[in-house]
């Protein structure tokens, strides 16, 4: 007799699953209310445990469809594509994303089965006998499931050259009692916890009164109590560093405008006036966004004798985003670059993005087929970059808890490196930046493909997660938003509003100090260990439960 009673309905379980589906996207941006995702896997895997294994991928996977298509809708605004080829890239996208759903669906129905727990029968639905180990599977499933899930999320992020948006542990970036254990596991260490507190609750359901199954649940809630500790430990230990304070204009250039040469006079009077009241704050460096420039820099010589004299007008060190060129073979390649200038207008050092976005910048696979580019849209051509640039800055002030100690100034140099893009949701790509040597992380974007939408705010919560991670201040420059600056803490400390207190497609300037230092964390030191230790668990319970079928 299973332990939790509900009709074998298809609909109910239908209901029970798109449930579970709209408490995941309220628990992102927009709606962000991220007590949601602690509770947002219940209904979905009650459902699973009354269902056969061919059931349980299928209702996944409409799980994650109505993920996917309800929290990332913003894709069918894409410009300047728009119309039916935005939305059939949304169809395809999502579609491809549901099914890590799907098979988390198949695995969670192998443990949970028909409600029995692993005892009695061990069958399941449809009366063959499912897979179980000798642990109470009370204890393997508080285990198990949670590793899947990471497992699946970690492979998602990888695969086909990844697409790690909306993991469960971003939908936790205004939480920064819960995000502080990512510097020990990475960003994989809040999605487990977040799923072993889904299956604690499903465990707690149960109408039959088990000693085990107590003990289970006291033990999830044991390790949440143990996440928000060493979180509420890590926010009140003192930080100490340099101090450095860092401006960030947002030009709310519309993308329709970025590349239109008539209006590139009025883009770069627009920076240059941000600029202007940017360093009235006597900042170390200010900061524009991905392709501010509105054309080859150092190419378009016009073009950059007017940035070289936006620079030389303040006096203060700029970053810019912008397309440049490099000489390869006797031919001219297109970089996405940052592009670092002195105070005295000379560009001294560069980044080129490494990792570019497929169908965006690049057309996967073009030199096998060429004739791919001229069925498309217009993409770019552009080519990856080569190193990982660390850059230097000069003039920053030793600071312990906002109390400075000694002018030494002239003496300091904090490092930083760049990431373009969406390279921040690569938390792989951001730790090799800090172990080269940058103590502070600078992301620039353009995000005004997708309008006023959740979009800018679900790419920051990636970037809250990089800066926890790896115990650096992140620093970000949008051309539209979401524009500010991050401690290392993951608080977030200032942005770019309106007097309305909007922060999307409205032009500005933010001003904030940060503190960086010599970044220490396990998860610096090793990396994505936490995922893997869950990807060997799954592997080694499907060769158990092979051999032992």
């Not at 209901?15 to 927009?30: E, G, K, Y």
């Not at 890590?100 to 009695?120: E, I, P, R, S, V």
């Not at 990475?186 to 072993?196: E, I």
Request: aromatic share 10%; with cysteine.
């Amino acid at each position: 007799m299973p332990a939790i009673a509900i009709p074998r309905l298809p609909l109910r379980g239908l209901l029970l699953t798109l449930s579970s589906a709209v408490l995941l996207i309220v628990a992102f941006p927009n709606w962000n209310q991220p007590w949601c995702a602690w509770v947002a896997l219940v209904p979905w895997l009650v459902a699973l445990r009354q269902t056969s294994g061919r059931r349980a991928f299928g209702l996944s996977y409409l799980v994650g469809l109505a993920f996917f298509l309800g929290s990332m809708w913003w894709l069918t605004k894409l410009t300047p594509f728009g119309g039916p080829m935005a939305i059939v890239g949304w169809l395809v996208l999502c579609a491809y994303l549901a099914l890590y759903f799907g098979a988390f669906g198949w695995m969670a129905h192998q443990l949970l089965g028909t409600g029995d727990g692993g005892q009695g029968t061990g069958k399941n639905a449809t009366g063959r006998r499912r897979f179980s180990l000798s642990l109470e599977p009370c204890t393997l499933n508080l285990l198990l499931l949670p590793s899947a899930w990471v497992a699946l999320e970690y492979l998602r992020s990888h695969l086909l050259s990844g697409f790690g948006w909306n993991l469960l542990g971003y939908s936790q970036a205004s939480a920064p009692s819960v995000l502080q254990v990512a510097d020990l596991t990475g960003a994989w260490g809040v999605s487990f916890v977040l799923v072993m507190m889904n299956v604690a609750v499903v465990t707690a359901l149960e109408r039959r009164p088990s000693g085990r199954r107590a003990a289970a649940v006291i033990a999830a809630g044991l390790v949440m109590l143990g996440t928000a500790g060493y979180g509420r430990y890590r926010l009140a230990q003192p930080v100490s560093g340099s101090h450095v304070t860092i401006a960030v204009v947002q030009g709310s250039i519309p993308q329709d405008e970025k590349w239109d040469e008539a209006r590139k006079p009025v883009i770069v009077a627009q920076y240059a006036q941000l600029t202007l009241r940017a360093a009235e704050g006597h900042p170390q460096v200010i900061v524009w966004p991905e392709t501010a420039v509105p054309g080859y820099l150092e190419l378009d010589e016009p073009l950059t004798a007017q940035v070289r004299a936006v620079v030389q007008s303040v006096k203060t060190p700029m970053l810019v985003g912008a397309p440049m060129a490099r000489a390869h073979d006797g031919a001219w390649e297109t970089t996405n670059s940052a592009a670092l200038f002195n105070a005295d207008g000379v560009l001294v050092a560069r980044y080129d993005k490494l990792r570019l976005v497929p169908f965006g910048e690049f057309v996967p696979g073009e030199s096998w087929l060429p004739w791919l580019r001229d069925i498309l849209p217009p993409i770019g051509n552009f080519v990856p970059g080569q190193e990982l640039t660390v850059f230097k800055l000069q003039g920053a002030r030793s600071k312990v808890q906002g109390v400075d100690l000694e002018p030494r100034a002239l003496s300091l140099e904090p490092t930083f490196s760049v990431l373009i893009c969406f390279e921040d949701v690569f938390p792989d790509l951001a730790r090799r930046f800090v172990n080269r040597g940058a103590q502070m992380l600078v992301t620039i974007t353009n995000d005004a493909w997708f309008g006023d939408t959740a979009a800018a705010y679900q790419h920051a919560q990636a970037s809250t997660l990089r800066a926890v991670e790896l115990r650096v201040p992140m620093v970000r420059a949008a051309n539209t938003g979401w524009s500010g600056c991050i401690d290392a803490k993951g608080r977030w400390l200032a942005s770019v509003r309106a007097a309305d207190g909007h922060e999307l497609f409205v032009p500005g300037m933010a001003s904030c100090e940060v503190t960086v230092g010599n970044p220490a964390s396990l998860y610096r030191r090793w990396g994505d260990w936490f995922a893997w230790l869950c990807l060997l668990g799954c592997l080694g319970w499907a060769i158990f439960a092979i051999m032992k079928r």
